[in-house]
């Protein structure tokens, strides 16, 4: 079993910043990578940010040059800093984790935080 606790959204002003934590635990062998994923009210899921093993990042461009994804590794968790928040970053952030179990390949998901950005 894997386990993923997101925490750290909440309410903010257009302009201001938050930062997402999503700690993974349980039964994990090897990380492959880890992510942040964003779902709008009527819209689909979407990709936020991902970061590899290696430290390899991936941007959504709506996200580039304001959100930052870092990883700490002896932690098992990853971190989502968004600065300059906009309206339409509004949404339920989900962290997502492929790694390596004793049962093979994972991939999981956390319950989600909510991020609201006031305009």
């Known amino acids: 079993q894997v386990q993923l606790v997101e925490s750290g959204g909440g309410l903010v002003q257009a302009g201001g910043s938050l930062r997402l934590s999503c700690a993974a635990s349980?039964?994990?062998?090897?990380?492959?990578?880890m992510g942040w994923y964003r779902q709008a009210p009527g819209k689909q899921r979407e990709l936020v940010a991902t970061?590899?093993?290696?430290?390899?990042?991936n941007y959504a461009e709506s996200v580039k040059g304001r959100f930052t994804i870092s990883r700490d590794n002896a932690k098992n968790t990853v971190y989502l800093q968004m600065n300059s928040l906009k309206p339409e970053d509004t949404g339920v952030y989900y962290c997502?984790?492929?790694?390596?179990?004793?049962?093979?390949?994972?991939?999981?998901w956390g319950q989600g935080t909510q991020v609201t950005v006031s305009s």
């Open positions: 349980g039964s994990i062998i090897s990380i492959n990578s």
């Open positions: 970061i590899t093993g290696g430290g390899s990042t």
């Open positions: 997502n984790l492929d790694s390596f179990t004793p049962w093979g390949t994972r991939k999981s």
